[in-house]
T-cell receptor, first 112, second 113 residues
Framework: SQQGEEDPQALSIQEGENATMNCSYK?????LQWYRQNSGRGLVHLIL?????REKHSGRLRVTLDTSKKSSSLLITASRAADTASYFC????????????FGKGTHLIIQP | KAGVTQTPRYLIKTRGQQVTLSCSPI?????VSWYQQTPGQGLQFLFE???????NKGNFPGRFSGRQFSNSRSEMNVSTLELGDSALYLC????????????FGNGTRLTVT
């Protein structure tokens, strides 16, 4: 079953704008991860935030986690055409065991 | 460091046949996980191997099986293929430690006709 649910399902913005994607989940988690997938290819890990963290940054990425609301957001600042991809949140203990539970993803299109 | 390698990249099989997919993890990674991705169900966890032992399994029928070799390479087998098995099968490796992210291959696109 899908635990993470991303919102919106699709997002189209102009290059240079910021993109925000949200993820909600149902059960308690140890960590939440965000991945990017370019069309027809494998997923690329972007960032992992532990359940005791509230915010994390990596380059143009900012992730927040609110465990009381069971939600997370991914902000991509100053978007580029190369950011066009699907973005997934995933919950789980990480490291492979027990498997990650992925949402259905947000398809982000950056228009030049 | 070389990334996760999956072979073959594309595969077309007929219903009822069986198929074996291969995955070579990043050097030093002892955990290999397999995921199925379809437009309808999204990404679903199949199973995970660590040091040749299956640590966990998702909710898939017994037609889906896997194994891991001593060099950490892994294979996944699907027997008696059904049309619904058409999907992108993704392999991911990690050191296998708590909170370590997954490194995915580019997948094998399986089409069952």
């Amino acid at each position: 079953s899908q635990q993470g649910e991303e919102d919106p399902q699709a997002l189209s913005i102009q290059e240079g704008e910021n993109a925000t994607m949200n993820c909600s989940y149902k059960t308690s988690i140890n960590n939440l991860q965000w991945y990017r997938q370019n069309s027809g290819r494998g997923l690329v890990h972007l960032i992992l935030i532990r359940s005791n963290e509230r915010e994390k940054h990596s380059g143009r990425l900012r992730v927040t986690l609110d465990t009381s609301k069971k939600s997370s957001s991914l902000l991509i600042t100053a978007s580029r055409a190369a950011d066009t991809a699907s973005y997934f949140c995933a919950t789980g203990p990480g490291g492979g065991a027990d498997g990650l539970t992925f949402g259905k993803g947000t398809h982000l299109i950056i228009q030049p | 460091k070389a990334g996760v390698t999956q072979t073959p990249r594309y595969l077309i099989k007929t219903r009822g046949q069986q198929v074996t997919l291969s995955c070579s993890p990043i050097s030093g990674h002892r955990s290999v996980s397999w995921y199925q991705q379809t437009p309808g169900q999204g990404l679903q966890f199949l199973f995970e191997y660590f040091s040749e032992t299956q640590r966990n399994k998702g909710n898939f029928p017994g037609r889906f099986s896997g194994r891991q070799f001593s060099n950490s390479r892994s294979e996944m087998n699907v027997s008696t293929l059904e049309l619904g098995d058409s999907a992108l099968y993704l392999c991911a490796s990690s050191p296998g430690t708590y909170n370590s992210p997954l490194h995915f291959g580019n997948g094998t696109r399986l089409t069952v006709t």
